[in-house]
């Protein structure tokens, strides 16, 4: 099957920045989206941003858009998740997930749609 670890989790201040890594093994290239997902205590996991390796395109959830970057290295096989102008409320598990059904292309943020999922890495943002 497919794996993903997650690293690059951590503890960063108001307006800082974190970059998180996702380093996938296994037949990857059966994946057609790749995405990153956060849960913070008490609420449901949510999308945050999602990649379709078919044409490139990426989604954002409104909350992080404008502020996150997500990319992706072929040659690593490695998801990225740049993180900017971080704010309190961003404080969660993060999760990196992959989905091997085309069908999630047309709902890249949406959590049923991934099937492989990582440990999580922790981001916590201080005031």
């Known amino acids: 099957g497919v794996y993903l670890a997650e690293s690059g989790g951590g503890s960063v201040q108001t307006g800082g920045s974190l970059r998180l890594s996702c380093a996938a093994s296994g037949p990857t290239r059966s994946m057609d989206c790749m995405a990153w997902f956060r849960q913070a205590p008490g609420r449901e996991r949510e999308g945050v941003a999602a990649l379709y390796n078919g044409d490139g395109r990426s989604w954002y959830a409104d909350s992080v858009n404008g502020r996150f970057t997500i990319s992706k290295d072929n040659a690593k096989n490695t998801l990225y998740l740049q993180m900017n102008s971080v704010k309190p409320e961003d404080t969660a598990m993060y999760y990196c997930?992959?989905?091997?059904?085309?069908?999630?292309?047309?709902?890249?943020?949406?959590?049923?749609?991934?099937?492989?999922w990582g440990q999580g890495t922790q981001v916590t943002v201080s005031s």
């Open positions: 997930a992959a989905a091997g059904r085309r069908s999630c292309r047309y709902v890249l943020g949406q959590l049923s749609e991934y099937s492989h």
